[in-house]
Every structure is written in C-alpha cells, then in structure tokens.
T-cell receptor, first 114, second 111 residues
C-alpha cells in the first residue's frame, strides 16, 4: 500500500465551485506539504504544516486554504475555483527526526477548472 | 530569494551513454539538496539526498555531487537505459523546511 495517498486522483470542476483535495499518510511524519506543478514552472509550495497545530503559507497560498485534521491528514481547499488553478497537485511528507529530510510524495491530483 | 535552475531542459541520448544533469542554486545557505525522478503523470520519487556537509551521494548507477560554495550540483547517470527516461528534478531545502524546485530536465534514452 502507498505511504502517501491523495484523493481524488483526477477532478474536473467549474469556475466558482468549492473543492477539497485530500491527503493521507501512513508514514507517521509530522511534516506535510502541498505543492502545485504547472508546465514550465516546476513545483511551487502552497502550504505546509510542521504538526497538527502548525500551518504556514507557502509561495502561492492565495486562493487556497488547508486543514490539518490529524497527523495523518492534510486537506487542501479551493474556496472558489478559477481556471488558472488548473494544475497537478502534490502532497508530500517528511520527518526531520530521521536526520535526512527526504520528502515523500503522493501520486498527485490532476485538477481541471473549466 | 532562492532560485534553482536546471540545464539542459531536455536531453536525448542513446542507450549505454553516461550523462550528467546540472543544477544550480543562487543561495548557498542550504540544508540539503535532493534529486527526484518523475515519470509522466506520476508523483515524485526521491533518488538521492545530499546533506549540506556532504560532497556526494551514490546509489547504484547514480551519483550526485554538491558544491555549496559555487551553488552547483550534478547528477551523473552511468550506462543509461531506456528505463531511465523520465524528468529529473533538483530541489534545495529552504530555511522553512520546504523544498524549492528547479523546472527539471526531461531525459529520453533511446534503445
């Protein structure tokens, strides 16, 4: 079973709709991240969380919100989706206590906003 | 602001060739540098992580080097195979624990 899972894997929505992307992990890591990937722009950080009580904005947080429901769950919401939020979204986890902060990525959610 | 650049953007080589992918970063104050592989439509797989105090890491046919003072890293792939075809991403860890990515090098290894 995958250590980091994302649901849904694909989503088509309309402008103005509210949607939620979910991420779950079984690695027991405290740190979780949301990135988006756009062609020609690489991956950019949206939000990150170092533990359940800690939420931080990343490079491109406008138009997004997050919820860290538990250590294992980190959700990303688009309150009112717009077409330029069409992208591939990745969740990732890491555990600095291991001495090496390798980040482990989920399979991604492909979002299309019409 | 940290910026990560990868050159070339795309590379096509015949099977069996040794190759080098390049990554440069503007701020040498990094905690570590990671190389990832991404297959089309898939997530990222971590290949190698080099701590800021290290000079290189090796895994199988892959060798990554780090020169913090010059802001450069290279990923060396020996005896390339068609299965190595993918996009390779370089990322440095920022002061907040997040990763800052380059745009990647798309590698195609032809049989």
């Amino acid at each position: 079973d995958a250590d980091v899972t994302q649901t849904p894997r694909n989503r088509i929505t309309k402008t103005g709709k509210r949607i939620m992307l979910e991420c779950s992990q079984t690695k027991g890591h405290d740190r979780m991240y949301w990135y988006r990937q756009d062609p020609g722009l690489g991956l950019r950080l949206i939000y990150y969380s170092f533990d359940v009580k800690d939420i931080n904005k990343g490079e491109i947080s406008d138009g997004y919100s997050v919820s860290r429901q538990a250590q294992a769950k980190f959700s990303l919401s688009l309150e009112s989706a717009i077409p330029n939020q069409t992208a591939l979204y990745f969740c990732a986890t890491s555990d600095p206590s291991q001495g090496k902060e390798t980040q482990y990525f989920g399979p991604g959610t492909r979002l299309l906003v019409l | 602001k940290q910026e990560v650049t990868q050159i070339p953007a795309a590379l096509s080589v015949p099977e069996g060739e040794n190759l080098v992918l390049n990554c440069s970063f503007t701020d040498s104050a990094i905690y570590n540098l990671q190389w990832f592989r991404q297959d089309p439509g898939k997530g990222l797989t971590s290949l190698l992580l080099i701590q800021s105090s290290q000079r290189e890491q090796t895994s199988g046919r892959l060798n990554a080097s780090l020169d913090k003072s010059s802001g450069r890293s290279t990923l060396y792939i020996a005896a390339s195979q068609p299965g190595d075809s993918a996009t390779y991403l370089c990322a440095v860890e920022g002061s907040q624990g997040n990763l800052i990515f380059g745009k990647g090098t798309k590698l195609s290894v032809k049989p």
